[in-house]
């Protein structure tokens, strides 16, 4: 049953004008189109938002951290001041303080006769664990020693 075109009707009727109760091929395709775009578009913008973090994976894990939080705090505020804060951060090698002074701690606790366990200064060290026994029994030979030294 073939429906004739409206007297009202230009003669040629473009392909993308259908019939009532007809599928509108050319509204699927615009809205695939647009939601593949959001799609695409979205995942680069996430994608880039996530660059500075990527790039502190190969520093130190406190300095990934705060460059992720940087990242996060952006993204959900706009605020486009901490995505460059991020990475530079994340481009700045922040040297390692920690380990030398627990070698200048070490040196100086050998060079002054003390020895880590007896003092309880073991628990600076942070490779070696601290066994709360050996702790407890250093705690008491060093006030033990420190009455002894009193009465010198």
């Known amino acids: 049953m073939a429906q004739s075109v409206h007297p009202a009707a230009i ?17 699927v ?7 593949l775009i959001v799609l695409i578009i979205g995942n680069l913008y996430f994608q880039l938002h996530a660059v500075p973090e990527r790039m502190a994976h190969r ?21 486009h001041l901490f995505w460059i804060a991020g990475l ?29 366990q007896s003092t309880g200064d073991l628990a600076l060290i942070p490779d070696e664990p601290l066994n709360t026994d050996e702790a407890a029994k250093s705690t008491e ?4 020693s420190g009455t002894e030294s009193e009465g010198v």
């Open 29 to 35: 395709g615009v809205a695939i189109f647009l939601i």
């Open 11 to 27: 003669e040629h009727i473009p392909g993308f004008i259908v019939e009532p109760g007809q599928t509108d091929y050319l509204f």
């Open 59 to 79: 520093t130190s894990k406190v300095q990934m951290e705060i460059v992720a939080v940087l990242a996060l705090i952006s993204l959900f505020t706009h605020n």
């Open 88 to 116: 530079l951060l994340a481009f700045i090698e922040i040297p390692d303080f920690s380990t030398p002074l627990y070698s200048i701690a070490q040196s100086l606790g050998k060079l002054s006769g003390r020895d880590l």
């Open 141 to 144: 030979g060093s006030a033990k």
